[in-house]
């Protein structure tokens, strides 16, 4: 190594290493030191990056082995000493993915840096499990919230009033609060929720009930993390072909035909 080093904040998508972009295999294929998280594509790091040294710094929860400001300072030493650094995040850097601290970090030190977004798990995965985000007539808007720490009262409120689709991150701990608060905003009980668990993997896993029921039907699967939730009447769209899925569908095509 030798120069001025950079670093590139890389998106690796859901999991799956064929969803990374063309950016992004070029990155990690030209790169001397990849950082890389847990819910990001390592399993076949040795043949992406073959000529790299390559560093496992992914946070599980409630165990942060390096925390955050550890990752930055190890990331832009590298960059320092003449390294193209990689850092490889799950989803989309700048999709609850803390990508924005570890650019300014770059900045402050005067380190080169380019960000190469990656398909976010708030959109791939639903679609895994079958589960558009939008439908005409159906759901015109998503909002994507983070789940790591609990809502309070007016974000619940919000949510409940805007319509569409909720999509929760990280969410699977703060479950409870979050159908709680939605349920006493307003939202109606009946409302689907689809609990799609390891979206990409061999062991995904899509658990569906009502947003009055979920909290009972998550605990009996042994639901655990990482899984995305979805709230709103696309979740129906995940029984492909059963009756609630076609009624979902008709009702749509008529509103779309009477508009």
Known sequence: MSGPGRVTLVGGGPGDPALLTVAAVEALRDADVVLYDRLAPHDTLPELAPNALLVDVGKRP???????????????????????????????PYVFGRGSEEVLACHRAGVPVRVIPGVSSSVAVPAAAGIPLTHRNLSHLFTVVSGHAPLSDEEHRHLAGLGGTIVVLMGVGTLPSISHGLLTSGLAADTPVAIIERG????????????????????????????????????????????????????????????
């Not at 030493?77 to 995040?89: M, N, S």
């Not at 699967?221 to 709230?231: D, E, K, L, Q």
């Open 62 to 92: 409630g165990h942060h082995p390096i925390g955050q400001d550890g990752i930055e300072t190890v990331m832009v030493q590298h960059a320092l000493d003449g390294a193209a650094v990689v850092r490889l995040k799950g989803g989309d």
């Open 200 to 259: 990409y993997s061999e062991t995904q896993r899509t658990t569906v009930a009502d947003l009055g029921t979920i909290l009972h039907v998550a605990a009996a699967a042994g639901v655990r993390s990482p899984a995305v939730i979805v709230i709103g009447h696309v979740v129906a769209f995940a029984f492909d072909g059963d009756a609630e899925a076609s009624e979902l569908l008709a009702r749509a095509e008529r509103l779309g035909a009477s508009a």
